[in-house]
């Protein structure tokens, strides 16, 4: 058990609709990433907060969207989806957000568009 | 642009060593990572790896880094069934604006009894 979690779980929509992924941090962790895993791109860097501001932005879609909350949760938000949007989603976090540090993966939210 | 190549199977008798590759871009990456996935499961950390190391040992497990040739490897000794997985290897890039881990398409290691 990493410490990061994630819900929901699993997650099942349609095309066109809007979902919120949630993730919590590791405690003390104030630095958290958002990445994508489909089949055809493999495991691909999205987003990364660190302490409620955004720090870096990887392959993110426009119609993505992520926060980070004073509490250090954070939310990634996925509109208009299309079938290929459906994937893995991990997050993950670290201490501080540098290169040097280690980057610890919650479990993922598989979404599934139909 | 970044990259990190792994090759895609390898395939190994239990008991036998795996050794998985990874070759990288990046010359300034600080860190070097393996990870692995369960079937159904999240990414989970195995060993990292400074980059001016070239060798770390953990139990079963040895990383080789070759900082010249941007060649890394993951040797696990005395395969298990239990070690059937995905493994990723991944380089941590940070500029200016921030952080991420680049990873490889993982390696799936099959091991059979």
């Known amino acids: 058990d990493s410490g990061v979690t994630q819900t929901p779980k699993h997650l099942i929509t349609a095309t066109g609709q809007r979902v919120t992924l949630r993730c919590s941090p590791r405690s003390g962790d104030l630095s958290v990433y958002w990445y994508q895993q489909s089949l055809d791109q493999g495991l691909q860097f999205l987003i990364q907060?660190?302490?409620?501001?955004?720090?870096a932005k990887g392959n993110i879609l426009e119609r993505f969207s992520a926060q980070q909350f004073p509490d250090l949760h954070s939310e990634l938000n996925l509109s208009s989806l299309e079938l290929g949007d459906s994937a893995l989603y991990f997050c993950?976090?670290?201490?501080?957000?540098?290169?040097?540090?280690?980057?610890?993966f919650g479990p993922g939210t598989r979404l599934l568009v139909l | 642009g970044e990259d990190v190549e792994q090759s895609l199977f390898l395939s190994v008798r239990e008991g036998d060593s795996s050794v998985i590759n990874c070759t990288y871009t990046?010359?300034?990456?600080?860190?070097l990572y393996w990870y692995k996935q369960e079937p159904g499961a999240g990414l989970q950390l195995l060993t990292y790896?400074?980059?001016?190391?070239d060798m770390k040992q953990d139990q079963r497990l040895t990383v080789l880094l070759n900082k010249k040739d941007k060649h890394l490897s993951l040797r696990i000794a005395d395969t298990q069934t239990g070690d059937s997985a995905i493994y990723f290897c991944?380089?941590?890039?940070?500029?200016?604006?921030?952080?991420?881990?680049?990873f490889g398409k993982g390696t799936t290691l099959s091991v059979s009894s």
């Open positions: 790896i400074f980059s001016n190391m």
């Open positions: 991944a380089e941590s890039i940070e500029n200016q604006a921030g952080t991420a881990l680049i």
């Open positions: 990046d010359s300034s990456s600080t860190y």
């Open positions: 907060y660190y302490n409620g501001e955004e720090r």
């Open positions: 993950a976090s670290s201490r501080s957000g540098g290169a040097a540090e280690t980057q610890y």
